[in-house]
């Protein structure tokens, strides 16, 4: 498997052990490794002379949070977690040759948390707020030949700042950039498909070029489309002429027959190199990442693309990764993607900040739609030192940068202005609304706009209809949220504002903790009742889907959340349980719902578990989720009868007691199957038919008491490269291999070889043990340890012990990857 951070295919690649700059191409270099970090807000450590050897060595990605404890008195509260964060200093020596010095040379950060400062050499480049938006620093200029320092100070003092966790520090990678002095600009690329169809297709490009030269220049933009096998299909050369100390855009049109078009079955790619020829020269080079599709949106259709309607089948997902934090490498993000993938999940909506680049990246050759988001807040703040605080002077620089940043992503079919924004319901909000739409419509006009409203229809203070009229698709947060909209939803607006776009930006899914089946809250007599599921939440999630599913009209539903995150809890949870996936990325009982209506693949899914020891007798609620239109379920063999259901139920077709699908004989409305069995120990199954053959069977054991660890990786072998990780799953088993699905055993984790633990987790909310301890109790008979490759060729070997149970182990192998990328090495002081 390839690492894939190699999937910045904008990134110009040499052998890692080569950091000289090249002198006629540009270098994209990643500057992750060897800074000295200081959690302490310290004066002079801006100075060149400022001596940090006692400062502690370590590579980026970092978020300084979530190394600490949990504490239920920490400023960021349940908001962030009841995690600390306070003040941080970074800096990093590194050596420049002579040659660069007549270069442009810039530094790009992919993200900070927040309120940043940074200086080369001493000298202050500027202050940015935004903890979650990529930006950079021109260094022209500001350079020597020979060692020069970077320092950044990260200020994330001023709490709460959130509404969730947000980690602390440089948590998203650094690049340093070297061009000729005319060059391709940051993000300067733009490419659209303005005609797309099966024979042909339009590839639209706008190239921005910088001249730092003292006199103007005269260059050849040369653009090339390649697809995936390197093969050139296309290709554009044009001059433009840019005055000195200028820009200038350059507008070419490539066609490419039978194309391979993007989709999220098939996500083909395709790259454009662009290149700038002065005097005969390539002096500059950029490669950008792209997919030929069409997308088009309409009232009563929906989405529409390449000409075919998509139900966008989505989930809310937050930017953290449960153990790792904010610093997530991109190999974990794929596992994460992979599980939402096998779901049948389609869409995501980045709530409620921008994402890492390579986020999108994986989403482009996924297969994934992204409704990309860039505010949680404007003018009207939700907590005290929120981005309502820096709005008014830096909104519209971060819109620009973040559209020029993501604009060329196939994934991104929508955008975002902003969520649950204070002003929707503000007679004067649609003013501050106007000129964000303004701009998402003049630097990217492919794309339509919408927010998250949750008060469309609130008591009060509903959402103006100036706001509503002025977003190209009205979203909906919450839609059954008031009055009899519980059963209507979207049906009501519908039928007065015809022409509207609709779309579920943020809807219930069904919450809870993974494997706890207790009462509690609606519908529960008392908390020692056993229920397998939240049947008002399971109820209410059905019904939203019947509708959303039916109605074409409703472009698709992004349920809160996917995936459980860190934050937004009331103590002693640290994280907020409303993910169909825990903080590991271990399944809940509720992401096998959306399976059985995502997928085809027969499947089924029983829950509780079988393990109520002392209850003999009791009866237990066996509910299944499942995708064929019958099961049978069977308890020691015994038959507890077939239930059946059928959704969409078919009627006639053509004459009266014709069909052209076989109608079921079903058993219930709903869309899960349920029993009322008296506990036994033993095995229960459940056998799945489909037009009356068996398909598919589950089983599930009472398991004996827990005696042994079982561990396997999803990764056999991973690579030598800053990003790249292996998953290891615990499992406590009894004496036949069953997992125990009530264990907490505590576990010890060691690393030996060439790799090391970032992270163990459980998935259990009240769990306050460090996320970077390498011991804890397992939860409901899981949990995961992510181990990292220390960027050399070789094994690594994880033990898991117990100090009751028989131990596991697994073996990793490290490759040294054909291709590297390039690193910045710190310079020895």
Known sequence: MKPFLLLFTAIFLIPSNNTSFAQNSRQRLL??????????????????????????????????????????????????????????????????????????????????????????????????????????????????????????????????????????????????????????????????????????????????????????????????????????????????????????????????????????????????????????????????????????????????LNGKRVKMNGVCLHHDAGSVGAAVPEAMWVRRLQILKEMGCNAIRTSHNPVAPEFLDLCDRMGFLVQNEIFDVWKAGKVKYDYSVYFDKWSQHDLRKFIHRDRNHPSVVMWSAGNEIGEQSQPQGFNVLRPLIETFHREDPTRPVTTGNDHIAADGRSATPDFLKLLDIVGYNYVDRWRDRRELFYDIDKRSHPEWKMVGTENVSISGVRGSYHGGGFGSVDSSQIRAANMPGVIRAEQLWKFTSLHDYVIGDFMWTGIDYIGEARWPAKNASSGVIDLCGFPKDAYYFYQSQWTTKPMIHLAPHWNWRGKQGKVIPVMAYTNCDTVELFLNGRSWGAKAMQFPRPGNSGAWNRYDVAPVGITTADLHLAWDVPYEPGVLKAIGRKGGKVVVEEVIHTSGAPAAIRVSVDRATIEAQPGDVAHVTIKVVDADGHVVPDAAEPVQVRVEGAGKLIGLDNGNPVDHTSMKSDQRNTFNGLALAVIQSNNKAGSIRVNVNSSKLKGGSITITVNKPGVQIAEVQSSKQ
Request: charged content about 20%; overall charge neutral.
């Open 31 to 304: 500057m992750d490794k060897g800074w000295k970090f200081s959690q302490t807000d310290t004066v002079g450590a801006d100075k060149t002379a400022f001596s940090d050897n006692k400062w502690r060595t370590l590579d980026l990605p970092h978020d300084w949070s979530i190394e600490s404890a949990f504490v239920q008195n920490a400023p960021t509260g349940g908001g962030g977690g009841y995690l600390p964060t306070g003040i941080g200093w970074y800096r990093k020596r590194f050596n420049m040759p002579k040659s660069a010095l007549s270069k442009a040379v810039w530094i790009e950060f992919d993200g900070v948390y927040q309120n940043s400062d940074v200086w080369i050499n001493g000298h202050h480049l500027g202050h940015y707020p935004n903890g979650y938006m990529s930006f950079y620093y021109d260094l022209s200029g500001q350079l020597k030949s020979g060692e020069n320092i970077i320092t950044v100070r990260v200020d994330n003092s001023l709490q709460p700042n959130t509404r969730w966790y947000s980690g602390s520090g440089i948590y998203r990678h650094v690049w340093l950039s070297m061009a000729d002095p005319v060059h391709i600009a940051q993000w300067g690329t733009y490419v659209t498909t303005p005609k797309v169809d099966s024979a042909s297709a339009t590839v639209s490009i706008k190239t921005q070029i910088d001249n730092q030269h003292a006199a103007a220049k005269n260059v050849i933009i040369r653009s090339l489309v390649v697809d995936a096998t390197g093969k050139e299909v296309g290709r554009s050369e044009s001059p433009i002429g840019v005055a000195a100390k200028d820009s200038g855009v350059s507008d070419q049109k490539i066609t490419v027959t039978s194309p391979a078009l993007w989709s999220v079955e098939t996500p083909n790619m395709y790259n454009l190199r662009t290149q700038v020829i002065d005097r005969g020269k390539v002096v500059d080079e950029v490669t950008t990442p792209f997919g030929i599709r069409d997308i088009q949106y309409d009232a009563n259709k929906g989405f529409l």
